[in-house]
Every structure is written in structure tokens, then in C-alpha cells.
């Protein structure tokens, strides 16, 4: 097939997924579609962890628990850290649908994360798993349907329909709590693969229904319908200007030494840096709820029914938390809002380790685990984005921001290596004790630090920001 044929055939069906966009009910459509994927995205990147315990059991063929559970546990906790490898080539990965369209990402994105979980659910021995779980780390973080929301929606409503569909895929986890009661049998270790069952199906299921449900965004519709249509003269014009476009933003552009560099020489951003470390350092405990919630049941102050009300009760929590949290960030700006969210993680997560300790409420359990980890993830968002991005000049922004990520990645390798040893040291029921006398100290830290070395930004120029020395 020639170029020219190949871009007739593109133009042709560039038009019709224009029309498309002008049906009265392709929007609503739309919305469901993405709320689906979403819900999906959210199940993939919870399941694993919700029946960790039992997937060690059923892998390692150990009993729980025993010094030989805690050196599986920590063996699978090492391994599969080698998932996040991927996160080095997940940029490449994610400019492509800048160039081939957002809507092959989001099918082979949804589809992959079935694929993960397919694999994972059909495995016999760790290798086979680790394979499965590595897949699901490389597609879940990707959030095509986020950027399909942002240029699909009219501008008024995006905000919103971001916070909603967020908030309707948190509370989805609840299900994996349902699943887990109706079919994880902890006599039977290997019936933790039936949880994923119906992750699969939906993730299948709604990736071929993407297929003929969901055109390409508007956005890049028009963007490649303009290129298409343009004569061979306006093309080359068109790639000279961007070219020199190009040599500008990278004459201009700072390399990611620059970038810490500017981060470590300004008060502001230093301390931003350093609060976004601590609480990326206190992350730990999201990947090790399951073993702290089992732990209370060998404590014998929570039994398998209380378990199963945590589990289903607090992603409810963090799904209407998390909405929460948006409105109070805009009301009372960044700082105060930091300092509200940081709290609810830390007194969250003191009462959640309490309650896997002493005998209490499972409703009240899953209550603080569900604010805590709303407020925590709510904090680091703010942290890495809005507050970087409101305190760093334009010309720079992008390259601090990404470098900020950077900071909190290396927070988060850290904590998956320190949990794993302490599982190896400590054992896997005292991990309530561990992990929350190693993180809570740090989100206090965090707190001081924020409110005593951080400055609002709320209302910030970001054309003209003010940096300090």
C-alpha cells in the first residue's frame, strides 16, 4: 500500500470518527466506556495485594505462619519489584499515542492488564507469576482514560468528571473484598486466583467493547485531520516551524541535573523535596494491608468476617475521601489542605495498626484505612504536581516536576526494600508493629516540615513565579 493510499484510508476513517462525536449519545457512551476501563485500571493494580498472604501460601507451598512464609514473602516482595523496571521505558511507551492516538492505547492498555492478570491466575511457579505481575505494573499506571476524558470533555466539566470517575473506580475495589469472601477458602491456598476472575473478563470484555464503542479524541482528530489535509508545501512548512520549535524548547530546556540542581538550591523546592521523600518513604504500608490484616487475625482480635467488612468497606472510604479531599484543596489552597490530607493518613494509619493489634470495630478499621490512604495519595499528588508545579519558573517546570517524581520513586524503592527485610526479621505478624513505627514518625516529620518550611501557593502567577534564594 502506498503513502497516499494509506493516508486516504486514514482520512476516510479520521472523518467518520468526527461525525461520530456529534452523536447525542456518543459522550454518554463515552463516560460509561471510560468509567469501566477505569474501574478495571483500579481492580489490576489492587488485586495482587489483596490476597498476598494466600498467594505466597499457594506459590511457595508454606504455611502461615512460619520463618518459611516471611522468606517467601519477602523473596516474592523482591522479585516482583522488578516490574517497576518498566516505569524507565514507560515514557517511550506513553509519547506513542502522541503519535498513532489515544484510542489504541486504550485498548491494548485495558487489554494488557487481562493479559497480566490472565497470566498470573495460570501460573504454577513464581517465574510464570512474576510475568503476570510485571505486565500489570507495565499497563496499569498509564491512564489513557484520563487523557480521554480531559479531551473529550467540555472544559467546564473536566475537572469533575475527572474527580467522579476516579472516585466511582476507587470505591470499585470494595468488589475485590466481595470476591475475596465468596471465594478465597483459606483452608484452599489456591483459591486466591478466583479473585481475579472477574477483573478478566471485564478487562476483556470492555477492551473489545472499546474497540467499537470509542473513536479517536477530538482533539487529535482535528490535529491529524488538519495534517492530512494539507498540501505537500504546507507540510514542509509546517516541519520547519516545528523543528525550529523544537531547537527553541531544547535550547531552552534544562537537563535533569539542572533540574535538582534548581531543586536543592531553593528553599521552597528543597523542602517541597523533602516532604515529598518522607511521605513517598511512608508509602510502605499500602502494599502490606493484607499481611497486617491477617496478622490481626492470628492475633486473634479480628476474625475472617471482620477481614472481609475491612476489605469491602474501605475503598467506599477512599473513593468519597478522595473526592473530599479535591474540594478542600480548593477552598482552603494548597498548604492547609496538605496538612489536613497528611493528618488523616497519619491518624489513619495509627488507628488501622491499633485495630490489627487490639481488639476493635472492623467498621471503624476500614474507616481509617480508607482516609488514611485517600489522604496520603491526595498529599503526594499535590506534592509532586500542583505545589512543584506552583513554585518552579516556566521554563523549567516540566523538567522539576518530572525530577520530583523521580524523588519520590526512589522514596517508594525504598520502602518496598524495607518491608521485605522486616518481613524477613520480624515475621509477617508482627508487621503492624514494624511498619507503623517506621512510617508514622516520617508523615509527622513531613507535617512539621510542610507547615513550618513550605509557602502557600494557592492563586500563584505561574507565568511570573516569585523563586527564593
Not at 178 to 192: E, G, Q, R, Y
Not at 216 to 235: A, D, G, H, W
Request: proline residues 3%.
Amino acid at each position: 500500500m502506498t503513502r497516499t493510499e494509506k493516508e486516504r484510508k486514514e482520512l476516510e476513517k479520521l472523518e467518520k470518527a468526527e461525525a461520530f462525536h456529534g452523536h447525542k449519545h456518543y459522550f454518554t457512551i463515552l463516560i460509561i466506556v471510560l468509567s469501566i476501563v477505569y474501574i478495571v485500571d483500579e481492580l489490576a493494580s489492587s488485586v495482587r495485594g489483596i490476597v498476598e498472604v494466600q498467594t505466597v501460601k499457594d506459590l511457595f507451598h508454606v504455611v502461615y505462619p512460619s520463618s518459611d512464609f516471611d522468606n517467601a514473602s519477602a523473596k516474592l516482595g523482591f522479585v516482583t519489584m522488578a516490574g517497576y523496571l518498566s516505569y524507565l521505558i514507560s515514557p517511550f511507551y506513553k509519547s506513542l499515542a502522541d503519535k498513532y492516538g489515544r484510542r489504541l492505547f486504550l485498548i491494548i492498555n485495558t487489554i494488557g492488564m487481562g493479559v497480566g492478570m490472565l497470566i498470573c491466575i495460570l501460573s504454577k511457579s513464581l517465574l510464570l507469576y512474576v510475568v503476570g505481575a510485571v505486565i500489570m505494573t507495565f499497563f496499569t499506571p498509564n491512564d489513557v482514560q484520563v487523557i480521554y476524558i480531559m479531551e473529550c470533555a467540555p472544559k467546564e466539566h473536566r475537572a469533575k468528571l475527572c474527580s467522579i470517575t476516579k472516585g466511582l473506580a476507587l470505591i470499585s475495589v470494595s468488589l475485590l473484598g466481595l470476591f475475596v469472601k465468596l471465594f478465597v477458602n483459606d483452608a484452599i491456598p489456591s483459591t486466591w486466583r478466583n479473585v481475579f476472575i472477574i477483573p478478566i473478563i471485564l478487562a476483556f470484555v470492555i477492551g473489545i467493547a472499546t474497540i467499537y464503542l470509542v473513536r479517536e479524541t477530538p482533539v487529535f482528530t482535528q490535529k491529524r485531520l488538519q495534517y492530512l489535509r494539507s498540501t505537500e508545501e504546507e507540510r514542509k512548512a509546517a516541519a520547519e516551524a516545528e523543528k525550529l520549535a523544537e531547537e527553541k524548547e531544547k535550547k531552552n530546556s534544562i537537563s535533569v541535573w539542572g533540574a535538582f540542581k534548581y531543586i536543592f538550591t531553593h528553599r521552597q523546592t528543597r523542602a517541597i523535596a523533602l516532604v515529598a521523600l518522607l511521605m513517598a518513604f511512608s508509602t510502605g504500608y499500602t502494599g502490606k494491608y493484607q499481611p497486617m490484616l491477617e496478622a490481626g487475625k492470628y492475633n486473634g482480635v479480628m476474625s475472617s468476617d471482620a477481614v472481609n467488612i475491612i476489605l469491602m468497606f474501605y475503598p467506599v472510604i477512599n473513593g468519597i475521601f478522595t473526592m473530599i479531599g479535591g474540594f478542600i484543596t480548593d477552598a482552603l489552597g494548597r498548604k492547609k489542605s496538605a496538612l489536613i490530607l497528611g493528618l488523616w493518613a497519619a491518624v489513619g494509619l495509627a488507628i488501622f495498626a491499633y485495630g490489627c493489634i487490639y481488639p476493635l470495630n472492623p467498621w471503624i478499621i476500614g474507616l481509617a484505612y480508607g482516609i488514611s490512604i485517600a489522604g496520603l495519595w491526595s498529599i503526594s499528588d499535590m506534592i509532586y504536581f500542583v505545589i512543584t508545579s506552583e513554585s518552579t519558573p516556566t521554563e523549567m517546570r516540566a523538567s522539576v516536576v518530572g525530577s520530583m517524581q523521580l524523588i519520590g520513586m526512589f522514596g517508594m524503592g525504598f520502602n518496598m526494600i524495607y518491608n521485605n527485610v522486616v518481613t524477613m526479621l520480624a515475621g509477617s505478624t508482627n508487621l503492624p508493629v514494624v511498619l507503623t513505627v517506621a512510617y508514622l514518625p516520617l508523615m509527622a516529620i513531613s507535617l512539621i516540615i510542610m507547615m513550618l518550611r513550605v509557602k502557600e501557593t494557592k492563586g500563584v502567577d505561574l507565568e511570573n513565579v516569585q523563586v527564593d534564594e
